[in-house]
DNA sequence: AAAATGCACAACCGCATGGGT
DNA sequence: CACCCATGCGGTTGTGCATTT
């Protein structure tokens, strides 16, 4: 039984042999792939369209790279990973040389049993329900379990003021096109001025960070943790932003505490909606974290016409760590170990 | 040494999507 | 607007090799 594309040919399946590579690179280097349903008549081949495709891509291309995963390619997927799930396309987009196919695999096969071991869930990064409770129990000294948060979305942000969204809902990274959404590197800071923005690495366009369901009045910003501890619940009717340490913490008690010595404040991340929170500048290793921009038209754009102020990405990454951990601060998150 | 098991990787399958008619 | 077709994508299965029993 063939596809169902080519169930009028006789095909052939399973493993491609060195004759039949030879024939599909032959007549795509000559030709171009144009219509994959025509290449196998083309290239004299007695596959379907769909299998010299996925051949070609996956591991005849040219461009492909070989080899085990490097640590820092491993980074990249988990970190992506947290933020897109299993959007194995546009995971590869950030691995230059990397197919999909092979970052999935690589991801099922390696990656989710590292996750696995070290108590995490491999959906959605967050410390497995045991794991986390004993979390928490070694920060907190007052608590009950039913204060614990129940999400399991790694990162979820309401983006508010668009077709009069729910605000007791919220929009999950997820339901942001992927296109829009790339990373910086952990440990590249984005204002640094001898980067040209056009320059960083995972980015398909001139926007860093940009959301779909853009906000009449966007604007993107990080507070402290001060800021948003009245309130016991995520969601802050006033202004209409997620507050992560509410999310990930009970009664406000920080669930980030970074522990540096330059900070004065755990920052956490909120979508402001229809009004612009007056803030404090945040201070963090010394930079200004600011990114209120309401001249931006685009709904999450980080500024970088800060000359001299730096966003560390790894210190965004580690705040917004969703298990409710201390990063660095001496739990199992310091046990983290990725040998396999 | 042979069988059983585990693992990584390649390939397939089915569905979603978008363009053309 | 409905239909068809090609393509892309993610989940799943198949295959061959390595390791364990």
């Not at 970190?79 to 590869?92: E, F, T």
Request: aromatic share 8%; net charge negative; charged share 20%.
């Amino acid at each position: 039984m063939g596809h169902h594309c080519c169930s009028k040919q006789k095909v052939k399946r399973g493993l491609w042999s060195p004759e039949e590579d030879d024939k599909l690179v032959k007549y795509i280097t000559t030709h171009g792939h144009g219509c994959w349903s025509a290449v196998p008549k083309l290239a004299g081949l007695q596959r379907c369209g769909k299998s010299c495709r996925l051949r070609w891509i996956n591991y005849l291309r040219p461009d492909l790279k070989r080899g085990s995963f490097t640590e820092e390619e491993e980074r990249i997927i988990i970190d992506v990973h947290r933020i897109l799930g299993n959007r194995w396309a546009q995971i590869a987009k950030h691995l230059p040389g990397r197919t999909d196919n092979e970052v999935k695999n690589f991801w099922n096969s390696c990656i989710k049993k590292k996750l696995v071991a070290q108590g995490l869930d491999p959906k959605t990064h967050n410390l497995m329900p045991t794991s986390r409770s004993n979390s928490y129990s070694n920060n907190l000294t007052n608590n009950s379990s039913s204060q614990f948060p129940s999400s399991t979305t790694p990162f979820t942000i309401s983006s508010l003021g668009k077709n009069n969204i729910d605000p007791t809902k919220s929009t999950s990274l997820l339901d942001i096109d992927p296109a829009l959404l790339t990373l910086p590197p952990q440990n590249l800071l984005i204002n640094q001025p001898n980067i040209p923005i056009a320059n960083y690495p995972y980015q398909d366009n001139s926007v860093l960070m940009s959301f779909k369901d853009q906000n009449p009045n966007p604007s993107f910003d990080f507070t402290n943790a001060a800021s948003c501890s009245s309130s016991s619940s995520p969601f802050n009717q006033t202004n209409g932003f997620i507050d992560e340490s509410v999310m990930w913490a009970p009664n406000g008690i920080d669930a980030m505490d970074l522990s540096q010595p330059n900070e004065g404040v755990a920052p956490t991340i909120h979508a402001v909606g229809q009004q612009q929170q007056t803030q404090p500048q945040n201070y963090v290793n010394g930079r200004v974290m600011d990114f209120n921009d309401t001249t931006n038209e685009k709904g999450m754009e980080i500024d970088d016409n800060y000359a001299g102020n730096a966003f560390d990405i790894e210190l965004m990454e580690s705040a917004l760590m969703p298990c409710g951990m201390l990063y660095g601060g001496g739990n199992s998150m310091e046990q983290l170990q990725w040998d396999c």
